[in-house]
């Protein structure tokens, strides 16, 4: 396997009798980055292989999955609305999953057993060292949202020691999510701008905020943040959310959605395709280039 720093000198993508196969499996899957970003590092690393989008309905999932093994696939990706169908199915799962109740990566083993992983949470992690934002120790997040990416991103928090906080517009939710996760505190929807001055950490993890989403323009007050709050949104479409812009307007530090999105892809593509992908500015590029 050639190694080739340069994504414009890089091999074109070679795909033989041999290739090893990968996708991601959605309903729809058309906006999905994942084909973007995993044939960028395809070609990057001169591997013989190819990651396609696999539309696929609810109703046919366990047939497409048992599909693609019988065709000898090395895995695939799992987004919405299959991530908890894929954890079913799974015949093993790894602690990261099982703490999520969800699986974004199936990996086909050679004995035919199917190894289900979640990286949406430890992604978000790796994406928050790798910008050097450092949280004290026993440090305290707030997460706005409960649903399948908040759970995912509270595990991972306080797999690494952060007491981590939801609130969510439906309480029921939060309060479900603190039953299985342990240690989680719940605060109210209403409350919980004025309480922001106790975090170390506030992580939107709602669709607030998102281009084409319930309310684009979500920007809600910071004023009783402390100046070390660090502010993180996991949406990525568009890069700098007005959350962000108003964390950056008043001197804050910022995380955008799109490390996250690239740290969470890097074990799937290991796994399939037997290289650790890395995450720089190259990569970053072409995968801004496709959104
Ligand atoms: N960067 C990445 O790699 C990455 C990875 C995964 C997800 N994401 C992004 O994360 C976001 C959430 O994804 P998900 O899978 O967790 O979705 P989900 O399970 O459907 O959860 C959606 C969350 O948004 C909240 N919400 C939706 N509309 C709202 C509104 N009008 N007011 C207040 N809250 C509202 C929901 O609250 P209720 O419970 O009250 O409805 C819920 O907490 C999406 O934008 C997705 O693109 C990014």
Redesign the pocket.
């Given at each position: 396997m050639t190694k080739t720093p340069d994504s414009d000198s890089a091999p074109l993508q070679i795909i033989t009798g041999k290739a090893r196969l990968a996708g991601v499996l959605g309903w729809p899957v058309s906006h999905s980055r994942s084909p973007a970003l995993h044939n960028y590092w395809l070609r990057r690393y001169g591997i013989d292989g190819a990651y396609v989008p696999l539309p696929v309905r609810p109703d046919q999932f366990e047939a497409a999955v048992r599909g693609l093994q019988a065709a000898g696939f090395r895995g695939a990706n799992v987004t919405?609305p299959h991530k908890e169908a894929a954890c079913a199915l799974a015949d093993e799962l790894d602690p990261s999953a099982q703490r999520a109740g969800a699986v974004n990566t199936l990996v086909f083993e050679a004995d035919g057993r199917i190894r289900g992983l979640s990286t949406?949470g430890s992604?978000f992690v790796a994406s928050l060292e790798a910008s050097g934002l450092r949280l004290p120790a026993s440090g305290r997040a707030l997460l706005l949202?409960?649903?399948?990416?908040?759970r995912s991103v509270a595990a991972a928090l306080q797999d690494g020691g952060v007491q981590v906080a939801v609130t969510?517009?439906?309480q029921e939710?939060a309060d479900t999510l603190a039953r299985l996760l342990p240690g989680l505190e719940v605060v109210p929807w209403a409350e919980w701008e004025a309480g922001l001055g106790g975090y170390d950490l506030l992580v939107n993890?709602?669709?607030?905020g998102?281009e084409g989403?319930?309310?684009p323009l979500f920007c809600p007050s910071l004023k009783a943040a402390s100046q070390a709050l660090v502010v993180a949104d996991?949406?990525?479409v568009p890069r700098q959310t007005p959350l962000l812009a108003e964390a950056a307007q008043q001197g804050l530090k910022t995380l955008g959605?799109?490390g996250?999105?690239l740290h969470?892809a890097r074990l799937g593509f290991r796994e399939w395709f037997g290289q650790d992908p890395v995450v720089d500015a190259q990569t970053e590029a072409a995968l801004t280039a496709s959104l």
């Open positions: 919405i949406d992604g949202g409960a649903g399948g990416a908040a969510n517009r439906t939710r993890t709602t669709s607030l998102m989403g319930p309310d996991i949406v990525y959605g799109l996250m999105l969470q």
